[in-house]
């Protein structure tokens, strides 16, 4: 079994029931599940194992300062269809409402992770609180996008830059913006710019570390996804 203990899978994992029958009632479709999938047809030779596409907005309060992320995360088509299978009718996808079990064990796990969401201003890191708003859909080819905002602790005024990365330390899940509009701002004061930095493309050192083994032994703490994360910037006069 994968050394995970703790690691990004398990923002995902719900908690186990204590009957069988209840587990299999909720639908309990977790990335572990879809992790010993893939590893028993021998395709997690490296990471990641779950990819993920992201639609982020900067959404400003009514005063002009920063009071949040809005996030759109769409999953992979091998996720999606664990996350789907046995729900819905007629082979129709499934209802939010028979997905909000779901959205809600996710969700509840991601403060762990720092929500993967990693903000800062003056190179100091800024705090979110708990979740809100939070949605789990799947559209009609049963793709599945978990939405939510995401609150700063403190809002912010962004006369000093302020930015931010989506994405997961230990690369399990691979978080990428995509590709048209990924960053937008929701009630920006006149004047507000928004730029995007894509990271520096990996040395051939570090593309020789995709794998297993090194994932595994990685050290607690480490950060091997920043390498590839884009970092959206945010200014306002």
Not at 18 to 28: A, C, N, S, V, Y
Not at 86 to 104: F, H, I
Not at 169 to 183: A, C, I, N, Q, R
Not at 227 to 234: E, F, G, M, P, S
């Amino acid at each position: 079994m994968h050394r995970l203990k703790g690691r990004a899978c398990a923002a995902f994992l719900p908690p186990s029931p204590p009957k069988r029958e209840t587990r299999m009632k909720l639908k309990i479709n977790s990335i572990l599940i879809l992790f010993t999938t893939v590893m028993g047809i021998g395709m997690a030779s490296a990471h990641p194992h779950v990819w993920v596409v992201v639609r982020s907005e900067v959404v400003f309060a009514p005063d002009g300062k920063i009071a949040g992320l809005q996030h759109a995360w769409e999953f992979d088509e091998m996720y999606s269809a664990y996350a789907v299978q046995g729900l819905g009718k007629d082979g129709k996808s499934p209802t939010r409402e028979e997905l909000a079990p779901l959205a809600k064990t996710n969700v509840e796990s991601l403060a762990e992770f720092d929500f993967f969401t990693f903000a800062k201003q003056n190179n100091a890191k800024l705090a979110f609180k708990q979740p809100e708003n939070v949605t789990l859909e799947a559209n009609d080819k049963k793709i599945v996008t978990m939405r939510f905002f995401l609150p700063l602790e403190t809002p912010v005024a962004a006369k000093k830059p302020f930015s931010f990365q989506v994405y997961d330390p230990t690369y399990f899940v691979s978080f990428g913006l995509e590709k048209k509009d990924p960053v937008t701002l929701s009630r920006a004061p006149s004047g507000c710019s928004l730029s995007l930095v894509e990271p520096a493309p990996l040395v051939a050192t570090d593309n020789q570390k995709l794998s297993e083994a090194f994932f595994q032994n990685m050290s607690p703490g480490a950060d091997f996804g920043v390498k590839l994360a884009t970092r959206a910037i945010v200014a306002c006069p």
